[in-house]
């Protein structure tokens, strides 16, 4: 019950900082980010609360998605939905993400199979 519950508020959370816009963002309000997604700087401790973990996770999804996915309007908010729909289930999977490169590979694998 408690996974169910957890789960349902990670993707409620993901999907919100997927489609919102970058500067919309409390990090590109701070200052951590720009409008298209790209880090700036690090956060300080007293920033940490502004830019997590999460947020820094789904930020290079996103900033990937916007700059390799070629821009078809709704196409692209449809694979990003599809993507967010199984990364929740391979992120319980396998080990927590840390490079850059293996969400590219995995959103390269993700595009090669859903583009049928």
Do not use: C
């Not at 408690?2 to 993707?11: D, N, P, Q, V």
């Not at 200052?31 to 947020?55: A, M």
């Amino acid at each position: 019950m408690a996974h169910e519950s957890f789960e349902l508020i990670l993707k409620q959370k993901m999907k919100r900082l997927m489609l919102r816009p970058f500067k919309y963002w409390k990090a590109y309000k701070v200052g951590l980010i720009n409008k298209d997604g790209e880090l700036l700087r690090k956060p300080t401790h007293n920033e940490k609360q502004w830019y997590t973990v999460f947020e820094e996770l789904i930020r290079r999804i996103k900033y990937f998605f916007l700059k390799y996915v070629p821009n078809k309007g709704f196409a692209r908010y449809e694979l990003m939905r599809r993507f967010m729909k199984g990364f929740v289930y391979k992120v319980y999977e396998s080990s927590i993400i840390k490079e850059e490169k293996d969400i590219g590979k995995m959103i390269y694998e993700f595009t090669k199979t859903n583009s049928k």
